[in-house]
T-cell receptor
Framework: KQEVTQIPAALSVPEGENLVLNCSFT??????LQWFRQDPGKGLTSLLL?????REQTSGRLNASLDKSSGRSTLYIAASQPGDSATYLC??????????????FGEGTQLTVNP | NAGVTQTPKFQVLKTGQSMTLQCAQD?????MSWYRQDPGMGLRLIHY???????DQGEVPNGYNVSRSTTEDFPLRLLSAAPSQTSVYFC???????????FGPGTRLTVT
């Protein structure tokens, strides 16, 4: 059974710092991996989707990498801002499952960027 | 596009009551799903649909029913609410299950 772990559970940094959020998964036979952002009391906003054949994806100040063989993904946030404060979740989709198969989510990293 | 919409935003039920959580999307997505989010347990799949008229169970389907009569709508029914169903419920949609998932704003349900 796939398990997704995100470390650390919480992170507090000063504004302007570059930071890395980690996601690890136990079964490397994945179809893709998606990073989300969740603000308190809100839904999930998709940030980046990486297919298993890709090594990284970039969107603005965000860069996500994927090392499928080691079961790891990182989300790099450059020049962090207070508006980046949120919980960041990663989720993986398995290979070989039915078309309706679920995403397996990590529990998230709660990020606070202090002004 | 409104994206994925959910109603209501908040709901309080008494044990044994039934209700329907509404979910709609205007992106012509074939795949829709329902998750619940609980502290310490992350998001877990309840039910999903790969197209109109087709639904299937996810990881935690007990106590919930779904139907998909149109591409746009995917309501979730609680048959007889229990305190264990207190949670935040999210609906999601995508072109197919293997594409980027888009989530609604959620419904916070409390069962007393």
């Amino acid at each position: 059974k796939q398990e997704v772990t995100q470390i650390p559970a919480a992170l507090s940094v000063p504004e302007g710092e570059n930071l890395v959020l980690n996601c690890s998964f136990t079964d490397s036979a994945i179809y893709n991996l998606q990073w989300f952002r969740q603000d308190p009391g809100k839904g999930l906003t998709s940030l980046l989707l990486i297919q298993s054949s890709q090594r990284e994806q970039t969107s603005g100040r965000l860069n996500a990498s994927l090392d499928k063989s080691s079961g790891r993904s990182t989300l790099y946030i450059a020049a962090s801002q207070p508006g980046d404060s949120a919980t960041y979740l990663c989720a993986v989709r398995q290979l070989g499952e039915t078309s309706g198969s679920r995403l397996t989510f990590g529990e998230g990293t709660q990020l606070t960027v202090n002004p | 596009n409104a994206g994925v919409t959910q109603t209501p935003k908040f709901q309080v039920l008494k044990t044994g009551q039934s209700m329907t959580l509404q979910c709609a999307q205007d992106m012509n997505h074939e795949y829709m799903s329902w998750y619940r989010q609980d502290p310490g347990m992350g998001l877990r799949l309840i039910h999903y649909s790969v197209g109109a008229g087709i639904t299937d169970q996810g990881e935690v389907p007990n106590g919930y029913n779904v139907s998909r009569s149109t591409t746009e709508d995917f309501p979730l029914r609680l048959l007889s609410a229990a305190p264990s169903q207190t949670s935040v419920y999210f609906c999601a949609s995508s072109r197919t299950s293997f594409y980027e998932q888009y989530f609604g704003p959620g419904t916070r349900l409390t069962v007393t």
